[in-house]
């Protein structure tokens, strides 16, 4: 099958909380490996993973300092081949975090920077400026880093005088290459095709569009950095190298961009010449709002189609709030984490039960539109954002570079629970897990919902088992059957299909409607005598239209109706 990225599940493991493998309370590859039948029975067709490369962990291994290198907390290189290995057997792809913005301060190219001091090519690899003010002891500019405090941060020269400051748009740690630097574009094509000989299947790569700054440094209003990303920046001239870089390997390679930006900057970033998917964050926002649904899957679905690239539809993932909560709180996106900005990710009087009754619905709309759909490990279990997380427990940088203000995205990074055994099998009976996982989390579990008809799990499960099966779901053409403004809290479509039309109803309102005719292929909440209830989705897959010769026979039916008289021409009579 030839650009199976096109209409793909992609499941996104976050590797600390997954499956510890060694009993050391962090989530490793050896985990992964020995789960990969959960995740085949679950009917994904790739993973992503979260990045396992050597790392300090300064950002949870988003800020690495080998890039050929797996971290020992997640294992070897060879558990890597491993994993990969198995994965393949189950025919299932593996793509994995590549972090092209920043390295580690203790990657190697960095700290012969520092060492090698001003003007050296070395440190012409990031982006290191002279001070302002008399002694050059200021920033160069005021630019703000996402993660709280300035963005420049001052090194001592070898001869150990203060000296120059270098570029960070996340934490110090997380030191900015130069991507203006041909050295720089050369070795990350060489770090690409490391993974893609040990058979790595793609990418998810990490900020990608901010590789370039605007290089005259000025001062902005608010702080906010200057990212050149429109048509002439020369970032598009990176993912043009990429994706030669890829092209060049067979069996389809695929690379999915992170980017906030809007649809029609996101849609440069995925022309043919380019990268092939784009987180569309838009659907994250939107909430359980059908009018801001609409608007989401319109605008991002207009501008891909713009540059013949699909849609990816994302909920969840290990920087936001998880959707149970944030929809049961009845608001869209506050207080999350989105590319840019950073908040607290803190709730107030959460309707669990509310939110999951929701999920389950938007589910069923993420997994029916054309294009890829993202699924970030524990959705589809129906965990909730951990919020009531004690302050010594966090491990967020964003805790404490903000000063103690913003708690972070721990919440949505809680280990999976496996069992109602101990440390609901996600470790050993004896290990701590890294983050702790509430104890009423047992009935979530997967032993628990295994089994259970109406489990989120079982919902994801037949969800995913209609989609495989279905030339109209994920595969098809959207067509919108309700008008758009007709009612905010109704949204109905097609997806047309070779040979097969699957009607999509979302119910978002507070009372139960009729379904269409047609054969119920799925919904999130028990239909009886043919109605949704309330805040529920349902894939009905519509009658075949009437060839023009059973519209014949028909109409010439109706007319022998009409006409007794001619008894021999009514069809099957
Ligand atoms: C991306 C990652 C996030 C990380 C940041 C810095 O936004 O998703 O987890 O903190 O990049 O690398």
Redesign the pocket.
């Known amino acids: 099958m030839t650009e199976w990225w096109r209409h793909a599940v992609i499941y996104q493991i976050y590797p600390r909380s997954f499956g510890d493998g060694d009993g050391d309370g962090m989530g490793d590859l050896a985990g992964i490996t020995a789960r990969m039948q959960y995740l085949a029975d679950l009917g994904i067709d790739a993973l992503w993973l979260s990045p396992v490369f050597a790392s300090p962990q300064v ?1 949870h291994g ?1 800020d690495i300092s080998d890039y050929r290198d797996i971290d020992p907390l997640f294992g070897t290189l060879e558990d890597m081949d491993e994993l990969i290995a198995t994965a393949h057997d189950y025919g299932i792809r593996v793509t994995l975090d590549f ?1 092209p913005n920043h390295t580690s301060d203790q990657h190697q190219w960095f700290t012969a920077a520092v060492a090698s001091g001003r003007g050296s090519p070395e440190r012409a690899r990031y982006l290191f400026r002279d001070g302002r003010g008399p002694n050059g002891d200021e920033p160069p500019n005021n630019w703000k880093s996402v993660f709280g405090g300035p963005s420049w941060t001052r090194v001592d020269e070898p001869d150990g005088s203060p000296g120059q400051w270098y570029y960070h748009l ?1 934490a110090p740690e ?1 030191p900015d290459l130069n991507w203006r630097n041909p050295e720089v574009v050369a070795e990350f094509a060489s770090v690409l095709r490391f993974w893609l000989d040990r058979g790595a299947d793609g990418f998810r790569i ?2 990608s569009d901010a590789l370039i700054k605007d290089d005259a440094w000025p001062d902005t209003a608010t702080g906010e950095p200057i990212i050149p990303k429109g048509e002439d920046s020369p970032v598009h001239e990176v993912y043009r190298e990429f994706r030669r870089v890829m092209d060049a390997y067979p069996g389809d390679r695929m690379a999915v961009i ?1 980017t906030g930006a809007e649809d029609e900057i996101v849609s440069l970033f995925i022309r043919p010449d380019e990268m092939h998917l784009a987180f569309n964050f838009k659907f994250v926002h939107a909430g359980f709002d059908g009018p801001k649904l609409r608007a989401a899957i319109d605008s991002s679905l207009a501008a891909n189609a713009a540059v013949g690239a699909p849609t990816t539809w994302v909920t969840d993932n ?2 936001t709030p998880r959707s149970v909560s944030r929809l049961g709180q009845n608001a869209t996106l506050a207080g999350a984490y989105v ?1 840019g900005t950073m908040a607290s990710g803190i709730f107030q009087e959460v309707d669990l039960e509310l939110g999951t009754r929701r999920a389950r619905a938007l589910a069923l709309v993420l997994l029916a539109l054309p294009g890829a759909a993202y699924i970030y490990n524990g959705q589809e279990l129906g965990l909730p954002n951990v919020d009531d997380l004690p302050d010594e427990v966090l491990q967020d940088p964003i805790w404490e570079r903000s000063g103690r203000t913003v708690r972070g995205r721990d919440g949505c990074r809680i280990p999976v629970p496996w069992t109602t055994g101990a440390n609901l099998g996600f470790s050993r009976a004896r290990a701590k897990p890294w983050l702790p996982i509430p104890r009423e989390w047992a009935s979530l579990s997967v032993a628990a919902q295994h089994a259970s008809a109406d489990s989120m799990l079982t919902l994801y499960r037949e969800a995913l088992r209609v989609r495989r099966a279905s030339t109209a779901l994920g595969r098809g053409t959207l067509r919108w059957v309700s008008a758009p403004g007709e009612a905010d809290d109704l949204l109905v479509l097609d997806m047309v299909g070779e040979g097969s039309t699957v009607r999509v109803v979302v119910n978002l309102s507070g009372a139960a409607i009729d379904l269409p005719e047609g054969e119920l292929l799925l919904a999130s909440q028990p239909v009886s005598a043919g109605q949704l209830p309330a805040i529920a989705a349902a894939w009905v897959a519509l009658p075949p239209a009437p060839s023009i010769a059973d519209r014949l026979i028909s109409a010439v039916g109706d007319l022998t109706e009409a006409i007794p008289i001619v008894p021999t021409l009514r069809p099957g009579g």
Request: glycine fraction near 0%.
């Open positions: 950002d988003y972090v996340f997380q990490d900020v992170e290990h920087d590319p």
